[in-house]
């Protein structure tokens, strides 16, 4: 998970762009592309960017290909749930609040791999129970990259304090790069 903080003014832009938005009350979330926050959307592209070069993903740049705002009040809390059909994700907590983000994943170095390695009534029988859970604050100018497919939710907002946050996905594009000079393959893929 990368963590970035956003400047000042963009933190304060982004805010007033999503308070002021209308929320679907079933679904808690508008849906929007960065037309409305240019500067956003170049903050989250350079950001990338990092990610790209240090993980040593095989592409030109990582683009976001779908963003949206996220209001929770009160009581609100979002499902643990990944993101398909995507590469990377991001949340940027525009407010800080007491309702956290729980990442979580396989702690494969304590479950057995396959059955035959269980020890009878040694292990739990929810999966859920080894897994290796984080805790995220939400704070104010925050922003973290994550892989999509990380397993994600958030708890129960318990303050009066509605929780604000940008999310977005984005995918590899333009060509493949060959950093090994190996590959015989090579792929342009571009977001339309």
């Excluded at 740049?61 to 990377?88: C, E, V």
Aim: with cysteine; net charge negative; glycine share 6%.
């Amino acid at each position: 998970i990368y963590k970035f903080n956003l400047p000042d003014k963009l933190l304060g832009d982004s805010y007033n762009f999503a308070s002021e938005l209308e929320y679907d009350t079933d679904s808690g979330q508008v849906i929007f592309d960065g037309m409305h926050l240019p500067q956003l959307k170049s903050y989250i592209e350079e950001s990338l960017d990092e990610v790209r070069i240090s993980e040593k993903i095989n592409f030109e740049y990582i683009k976001p290909h779908l963003m949206w705002a996220n209001k929770r009040d009160l009581g609100g809390w979002i499902h643990r749930h990944t993101h398909p059909n995507s590469f990377l994700s991001g949340i940027i907590y525009l407010n800080t609040c007491d309702s956290r983000t729980w990442f979580s994943t396989p702690n494969y170095l304590w479950r057995p791999q396959n059955e035959r390695e269980y020890v009878i009534g040694t292990y739990p029988s929810n999966k859920y129970d080894t897994e290796i859970i984080h805790k995220q604050d939400s704070v104010a100018g925050v922003m973290l990259i994550f892989p999509s497919h990380l397993a994600h939710s958030v708890d129960n907002n318990n303050s009066n304090i509605s929780r604000y946050t940008i999310s977005f996905n984005a995918f590899p594009c333009g060509k493949s790069i060959n950093l090994d000079g190996e590959s015989l393959v090579s792929i342009n893929i571009q977001l339309i």
